[in-house]
Structure formats: structure tokens, C-alpha cells
Nanobody, 124 residues
Framework: VQLQASGGGLVPAGGSLTLSCAATTRTGSYYATGWFRQAPGKERALIASIKLRGSTTYYADSVKGRFTISRDEAKNTLHLEMNSLKPEDTGVYYC??????????????????WGQGTLVTVSS
């Protein structure tokens, strides 16, 4: 199983960016349902997650109201739309897959697989 995140880049403060994550498997199926961020000098932290084939979402307070997580079930792709970006949003963003899809995962321990990360830099 591989999770491939893309869409990172350099954006000015106040700008927008959308990240995507595709899950590929040799056999069976797997799904990415969460986004983590690791800011410079800080630990990786969950910032958004979504229930598979559902509308339930979770957001960290730091991104609530600015970021929107969504899934394209037909393409098995996870997205993170980021608006009103701030310099403190700078970091490496990782998509992640949960241990179980029966309910929304809202803690790091509920995830078991992370992609390679994509760098987002917000300039002031």
C-alpha cells in the first residue's frame, strides 16, 4: 500500500492551496482519511480527518473554518482545501490511512500508515 500526497508549494499568506492524496494497492483496497502536519521543529499532528463514505469530519482548532477535507470515493482520493493560509501553516503535510474505517479516526494512534509528505510554505 502506498499513499502519495501532492499539491504542496509556496504560497503567500492569505492564499489558498489544495492537497491531494491517492492510495494505491496491489491487492484489495485501502483508503486515506486523515491529514497530518509537521511544522518546523514540532511533532507531527493530526489536523483533519473524515469518515470513509460519510460526511463526518474532524478539524484541529488551528485550521477549523479555513481548511476543508473531502474524499472523492470514485477516484479513492483524499483532498485538503486550505484557505486563508498563515505562515504558521508552514510544514510538511502527510496523508494517512486509519486502522479501521468503521468510524472516523480523530487521534494519531487510530492511524497506521502515512504517505511521504508534501511541503507547504506560506510566506509572510
Amino acid at each position: 500500500v502506498q499513499l502519495q500526497a501532492s499539491g504542496g508549494g509556496l504560497v503567500p499568506a492569505g492564499g489558498s492551496l489544495t492537497l491531494s492524496c491517492a492510495a494505491t494497492t496491489r491487492t484489495g483496497s485501502y483508503y486515506a482519511t486523515g491529514w497530518f502536519r509537521q511544522a518546523p521543529g514540532k511533532e507531527r499532528a493530526l489536523i483533519a480527518s473524515i469518515k470513509l463514505r460519510g460526511s463526518t469530519t474532524y478539524y484541529a482548532d488551528s485550521v477549523k473554518g479555513r481548511f476543508t477535507i473531502s474524499r472523492d470515493e470514485a477516484k479513492n482520493t483524499l483532498h485538503l482545501e486550505m484557505n486563508s493560509l498563515k505562515p504558521e501553516d508552514t510544514g510538511v503535510y502527510y496523508c494517512a490511512g486509519p486502522r479501521s474505517v468503521r468510524r472516523i479516526a480523530t487521534t494519531e494512534s487510530e492511524f497506521e500508515l502515512w504517505g511521504q509528505g508534501t511541503l507547504v510554505t506560506v510566506s509572510s
